[in-house]
């Protein structure tokens, strides 16, 4: 069975850092995208990066870029968000999944994680 499992989310300060795993299982990673999505509250949620395993692309949305990496270590099974220069904005919960559509413009899960709540405040 398909599973992702995040972690890492907690508080920190404006400026401050930030790592998200997702843990994986039930699917050979390698050969799959993984998205790294975001909900605020009261809004949509919305993917913010995502990466194809299969030849190391990543892509991420301009209010993201620049501050969070997405990176993943097969032999651990696991992507990883890195999340630096956070920002208030960037309180949400957030969550991993499968995208349907590969990581095109149209990034939309298929298979999610339970979500893990972040929030930077000081």
């Known amino acids: 069975q398909v599973q992702l499992v995040e972690s890492g989310g907690g508080t920190a300060q404006p400026g401050g850092s930030l790592r998200l795993s997702c843990d994986t299982s039930g699917f050979t990673l390698g050969h799959y995208a993984v998205g790294w999505f975001r909900q605020a509250s009261g809004k949509e949620r919305e993917g913010i990066s995502c990466?194809?395993?299969?030849?190391?692309?990543?892509y991420s949305v301009d209010s993201v870029k620049g501050r969070f990496t997405i990176f993943w270590d097969n032999a651990k099974n696991k992507v990883y968000l890195q999340m630096n220069n956070l920002i208030s904005e960037d309180t949400a919960v957030y969550f991993c999944?499968?995208?349907?559509?590969?990581?095109?413009?149209?990034?939309?899960?298929?298979?999610w994680g339970q979500g893990t709540q972040v929030t930077v405040a000081s």
């Open positions: 999944a499968i995208p349907a559509y590969g990581c095109g413009p149209r990034l939309q899960g298929e298979y």
């Open positions: 990466i194809n395993t299969t030849d190391g692309r990543t």
